[in-house]
């Protein structure tokens, strides 16, 4: 089942009377997220990110196009009602307990009184913060306070849940935590739509990502299609190789580059490696390990940005 599906969805942001000024903050944007997905919209800062989510959860309004959420149109009660949202630099009221910003919310959404108090600390447990209940949220790491965030856009049971930047400024522990947190979430059955700058944590839970640039979408798919290289392998030799072996290598297989101990090749196959392997082994030179090599989503963004601009 489609839970995300936007139709060239654009957004300016106009200000200013005297000196008008227009920023496209997204650029018909069309994507499309499959329940039970983790989809990771990826971007630098300023790309567009935050409007995107903003405006599916009906708190800013497109320009143009159009989009539903678990097949209900923008700004449908029931979009708000089965899902849930971690904004970007959420601010909870200091003086309160993490127990009581819980209860808190969970009285905005309207949940039964009664059952709310166990829910909330059912919600705290989960999130790994049941000792901090009773501490008010101004001793809260950040770490903790985005735990917090996670907790309080569970709170509905929702079937949909949006984090804009949920690990942003949480140390490396904490960021593996809500990593784990999130692939639970997933395996019971939520979708998770997640924005982040951080391309190497997104890259390690994302189902699918889209990248976002200057608002505009430039690539979709799997981290795996994204990241695959040309099959490029390093070879890593016992010894220099001689000019005159190299250049019979470059003869049958051309792409062969050479750094001292290294050779880079790349292979169109498995059998098209095993054969440099044959050759190399032909001539008594010793291989001591080999590479596969892959990019980064990381690398693969700045490429496909280079790309772009050229
Ligand atoms: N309320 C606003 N008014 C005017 N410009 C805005 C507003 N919100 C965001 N922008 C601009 O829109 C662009 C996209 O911002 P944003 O969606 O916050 O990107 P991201 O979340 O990817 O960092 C930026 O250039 C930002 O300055
Ligand atoms: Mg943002």
Redesign the pocket.
């Given at each position: 089942m489609t839970v995300v599906h936007t139709e060239q969805l654009s957004k300016t942001?106009r200000?200013g009377i005297v000196r008008r000024s227009e920023?496209n903050?997204l650029r018909n944007v069309s994507l499309e997220v499959g329940s039970g997905e983790i989809f990771g919209l990826l971007?630098?800062?300023?790309?567009?990110?935050?409007?995107?989510v903003k405006i599916l959860l009906n708190v800013s309004f497109p320009t143009l196009g159009s989009a539903t959420i678990l097949n209900e149109p923008l700004g449908s009660i029931n979009i708000r009602k089965r899902s849930g949202y971690l904004p970007?630099n959420h601010r909870y009221p200091n003086f309160l307990t993490g127990l009581e910003t819980l209860m808190m919310f969970g009285r905005i959404h309207g949940l039964d009184p009664r059952t709310l108090k166990d829910k909330a600390v059912s919600l705290l447990q989960t999130v790994g913060l049941k000792d901090w209940a009773h501490h008010k949220i101004k001793k809260y790491s950040k770490g903790m306070l985005q735990r917090l965030g996670l907790a309080q856009a569970l709170l509905n049971d929702p079937e949909i849940l949006f984090l804009d930047e949920p690990t942003d400024g949480v140390d490396p522990v904490g960021r593996k935590e809500i990593r784990d947190l999130l692939r639970d979430l997933r395996n019971q059955g939520k979708t998770i739509f997640l924005?982040s700058?951080i391309l190497s944590e997104v890259e390690l839970i994302s189902d699918r990502v889209a990248i976002?640039n200057k608002?505009e979408v430039i690539k979709v798919g799997t981290v795996d299609s994204i990241t695959r290289k040309e099959d490029e392998y390093e070879f890593h030799l016992a010894d220099d190789v001689s000019s005159d072996v190299l250049s019979q290598i470059k003869q049958v297989y051309g792409q062969v580059e050479q750094d001292g101990k290294l050779l880079r090749v790349i292979a169109q196959s498995s059998e098209q490696m095993n054969k440099v392997i044959d050759f190399l082994r032909s001539k008594n030179i010793l291989i001591q390990s080999i590479v596969h090599r892959k990019s980064t989503l990381e690398e693969s963004f700045i490429e496909l940005i280079k790309a772009e601009q050229a």
């Open positions: 942001y200000s920023v903050a971007g630098p800062n300023g790309a567009g990110k935050t409007t995107f970007e924005n700058h976002l608002g």
